[in-house]
C-alpha cells in the first residue's frame, strides 16, 4: 500500500493548503490494475478523522505524533509535487503560418496552442478548448495587455498542464481523457471576434481575434480534426463566450455526419444593471466591439435583430444557435458579481469588498441583492431554445470557470446535481445517454459547492 498526497488548485492554478491523503495501491500494483483498475480511495481533510489517524499510525509507526507530523509533512510535500495524478503538461505550438495572413495576437505575435493527442477509441474525436482571460476594451487597456501572454504568444508559458476537462487521465476524465484535446490560447482581447485591417504604426496593437480562431481551426483540420467523428468546442469565461459566438462556425468547418457540439464554461454573461443602477457591463462591451471590430464576425442571425453590440451578451447571441449547446455556470458567478455586479466604480466607498471575497461575508441586504442577480441571470437564461439538444448545469456556487478544475469537474467530493457531478452531466448530454437541464435551489443549499461546510 502507498500513501499520496494532493492539492487543490485554485484558480491561478497555485496550489492551496487543502490537501487529501491518497491511500491506494503499490508501483507494482498500479502497473498491474493499468488504466481500467479502480480508484484510489481518497480522504480529505474534512474526512481524516482522529480514527482513521489512529489506523494510519498503526499501519505505519506506533509513535504517537507520527501522524501529525506525516500529515504536515505531506503538505510541504503538496507545494512541489501536488495534482501530479491530474495533470500532465502539454508543449505549445507556435502557429507561425498564421502570421502571413494577419491572425496574429494584439503584438503581431504568432497565435498558438497546445495540442496533446488522442488515442484508441478517441483517435477521430477532437475538444478544442479555448481559454478565458477578460477582454481589453480601448487602446490603453490592449496596450498594457500585449505585454502579457494575453496579447502575446513571447510570453506563453512553453508548458501548461491539462486538468479537468482536458485530462489525459480515464480516472479524472472518464468520458474525453483519450480524445485529441486542445488549448487554444487566447491573445486578442476579443473572444476572437475582432478584425481590424489597419495597425496604428504607434500603438502597433493588432485586432485579429477572428482571423486567429480560422487559422487555428485550419491547421488543427490538417492535423485531423476533418476526420472528426466527435467534436466539442469548449472554453472557460471569455473562452466560454468565444465558444457560443463561434458555436455554428465551428460546426460549419466539420464534416457534415460528425456530431459536434459546443460547451460554454463560466461564459453566460448577462446584461444587467450594477449595485449603482447603471449599465456598467453594456458599455464595456460596447467599447470592446468597437475597438476591435467585431460587429462583422458576430452571429448574424443575432446582429440582424438586435444590432452588433448587445449580441456580445449570449442571453441575445445564443437564441438563433442551430448546434446543441450546453451552459455550464454558477448562479452566482464570481466574476459577475464582482465585475457586473458589483465593479469598483459603482462601489466607491468599498461596501462590497468583503462581500466579493466570499458570500459569506455578505450581509443581509447584500445577500438579497445577490439573490435578485441570480434571478436576473436565470431570466436571461431562459432565453436559451427549450430542446433536449440544449443543455445546463446552473449550480449555486461561488465560482468562475468549473470545467478545468479537477476538483469541481470530477472527484468524489465535486459539487453535483441530481446526483451528477460535471464530468457526468456533460457526458450524458454529449453521447445523448440522459438529458440534463439542472438549475441548483439557491444559496446556501447545496452542499456539494466548495466551502459549503462554513457557509451560514
Not at 58 to 71: A, E, H, K, S
Not at 424 to 444: E, L, S, T
Request: aromatic residues 10%.
Amino acid at each position: 500500500m502507498i500513501i499520496k498526497a494532493e492539492a487543490e488548485a485554485d484558480d491561478n492554478s497555485f496550489y492551496s493548503s487543502k490537501m487529501a491523503i491518497i491511500v491506494g495501491l503499490s508501483r507494482e500494483e498500479e502497473i498491474r490494475r493499468g488504466t481500467n483498475g479502480p480508484k484510489p480511495n481518497i480522504l480529505y481533510p474534512s474526512q481524516f478523522s482522529n480514527d482513521q489517524c489512529r489506523l494510519w499510525r498503526r499501519m505505519t509507526d506506533p509513535r504517537p505524533r507520527l501522524c501529525r507530523w506525516v500529515f504536515a509533512a505531506l503538505g510541504l510535500l503538496l507545494l512541489l509535487k501536488a495534482e501530479a495524478l491530474y495533470v500532465s503538461n502539454v508543449n505549445i505550438t507556435i502557429l507561425q503560418s498564421a502570421v502571413a495572413r494577419g491572425a496574429v495576437c494584439l503584438d503581431g505575435s504568432p497565435p498558438a496552442y497546445h495540442l496533446d493527442r488522442g488515442s484508441g477509441s478517441g483517435i477521430n474525436s477532437w475538444l478544442v478548448h479555448i481559454e478565458g482571460g477578460g477582454w481589453c476594451n480601448n487602446v490603453t487597456n490592449c496596450l498594457v495587455r500585449r505585454r502579457t501572454h494575453l496579447g502575446s504568444s513571447n510570453q506563453m508559458e512553453k508548458q501548461i498542464p491539462f486538468s479537468g476537462i482536458l485530462s489525459g487521465n480515464r480516472d479524472f476524465n472518464p468520458d474525453f481523457y483519450n480524445w485529441n484535446r486542445v488549448k487554444v490560447r487566447y491573445c486578442d482581447g476579443s473572444s476572437f471576434t475582432g478584425d481590424v485591417e489597419a495597425v496604428n504604426p504607434e500603438t502597433k496593437l493588432h485586432f485579429r481575434g477572428a482571423r486567429i480562431f480560422l487559422a487555428v481551426m485550419e491547421d488543427l483540420l490538417a492535423r485531423g480534426m476533418k476526420n472528426a467523428e466527435n467534436a466539442i468546442l469548449s472554453g472557460c469565461s471569455a473562452g466560454g463566450l468565444t465558444s457560443i459566438l463561434h458555436c455554428d462556425g465551428f460546426r460549419a468547418l466539420l464534416p457534415m455526419g460528425a456530431k459536434v457540439k459546443c460547451l460554454s464554461d463560466a461564459g453566460y454573461f448577462i446584461n444587467t444593471r450594477d449595485v449603482s443602477g447603471a449599465f456598467h457591463i453594456q458599455s464595456y462591451f460596447n467599447e470592446v466591439v468597437s475597438t476591435h471590430g467585431s460587429s462583422k464576425n458576430l452571429p448574424r442571425s443575432c446582429t440582424s435583430r438586435f444590432g452588433p453590440s448587445p449580441c456580445f451578451f449570449p442571453q441575445y447571441a445564443a437564441q438563433e444557435i442551430r448546434t446543441p449547446l450546453f451552459i455550464l455556470n454558477a448562479a452566482y458567478d464570481y466574476w459577475q458579481i464582482k465585475n457586473i455586479l458589483a465593479p469598483e466604480d459603482a462601489d466607491p466607498h468599498g461596501n462590497w469588498v468583503s462581500c466579493k471575497l466570499g458570500i459569506s461575508n455578505c450581509s443581509p441586504l447584500q445577500l438579497k441583492v445577490m439573490q435578485d442577480f441570480r434571478m436576473h441571470f436565470l431570466f436571461a437564461l431562459s432565453r436559451l431554445p427549450r430542446s433536449p439538444s440544449t443543455g445546463m448545469f446552473i449550480d449555486s456556487c461561488y465560482v468562475h470557470c468549473q470545467s478545468e478544475r479537477q476538483e469541481l469537474w470530477f472527484r468524489d467530493d465535486s459539487p453535483v446535481l441530481s446526483n451528477r457531478t460535471i464530468a457526468k452531466a456533460v457526458a450524458d448530454w454529449f453521447y445523448q445517454r440522459a438529458p440534463f437541464q439542472k438549475i441548483d435551489c439557491p444559496y446556501p443549499c447545496n452542499p456539494t459547492c466548495p466551502g459549503m461546510a462554513s457557509a451560514p
